[in-house]
């Protein structure tokens, strides 16, 4: 039952420049003293966010470009064979949400990116910035 749960728990993922956008928003037009929830309304299950980037660098840098996997004569097809489960932490949440609505009625503010859109973006850069030197 512990495996499924941790399948099973879901955090609302925010990209970076949104997050960026909302804090400029908020300074900006904001009411001061006013507390503004940032949030990007895109609920994932842990599972499906490391499946996902996954995914993405099986597609971007497969495991067989990947030196580290060359070097000890992997036979690994798909980073998803390297996920693993560990133990939570004493009070782990089960699901990390934010009501965004405040900042979206009162300022006019959106997420502009998906999550699928985001983390793609996040894992190029990363990629970009790290493999591609």
């Known amino acids: 039952m512990s495996e499924l749960l941790k399948i099973l728990n879901t955090r609302d993922w925010l990209y970076v420049l949104d997050h960026c956008k909302g804090i400029d928003l908020v300074f900006h037009k904001g009411r001061a003293g006013e507390t503004y929830n940032i949030g990007g309304r895109n609920e994932r299950t842990n599972i499906y966010i490391a499946e996902k980037i996954c995914e993405i660098l099986d597609e971007l840098y497969p495991p067989s470009s990947n030196s580290k996997f060359k070097t000890q004569n992997s036979k690994l097809k798909s980073y998803k064979e390297l ?8 009070g782990h949440d089960r699901r990390y949400a934010i009501d965004a609505s405040k ?3 009162e300022l006019g503010w959106k997420a502009e990116e998906t999550f699928e859109t985001g983390i793609r973006k996040t894992v190029e850069w990363y990629l970009k910035k790290y493999i591609e030197k």
């Open 83 to 90: 996920i693993t489960f560990v133990k939570d932490r004493p």
């Open 103 to 105: 900042i979206e009625n």
